[in-house]
Nanobody, 114 residues
Framework: QVQLVESGGGLVQPGGSLRLSCAASGFTFSSYWMYWLRQAPGKGLEWVASIDHGDSNTYVADSVKGRFTISRDNAKNTLYLQMNSLKSEDTAVYYC???????WGQGTQVTVSS
């Protein structure tokens, strides 16, 4: 069956870094664009980053530009989000998504706090 399993979240101080991973299975990972979205406490879903199936085109939201990098390893069926210079406003649950098929991971909590 289809699975998207995020990991790598946690508690980090402002200015710190985290690397999120999303392990995909049950579908042909290399054929799809993949996305990271997040949901902060009491707020709606926010698109964070996208990457094409071949890892040649990436896009990030203005709110994270210059700090977050999306990448993928199709040989490992894994999506990544490198997050640097984290701010308190980055606190959210982060989701890995195959938008075309409507597949979502369970989410991983990122908390940025001193």
């Amino acid at each position: 069956q289809v699975q998207l399993v995020e990991s790598g979240g946690g508690l980090v101080q402002p200015g710190g870094s985290l690397r999120l991973s999303c392990a995909a299975s049950g579908f042909t990972f290399s054929s799809y664009w993949m996305y990271w979205l997040r949901q902060a406490p009491g707020k709606g879903l926010e698109w964070v980053a996208s990457i094409d199936h071949g890892d040649s085109n990436t896009y990030v939201a203005d709110s994270v530009k210059g700090r977050f990098t999306i990448s993928r390893d199709n040989a490992k069926n894994t999506l990544y989000l490198q997050m640097n210079s984290l701010k308190s406003e980055d606190t959210a649950v982060y989701y890995c998504i195959n938008l075309d098929e409507g597949y979502w991971g369970q989410g991983t909590q990122v908390t940025v706090s001193s």
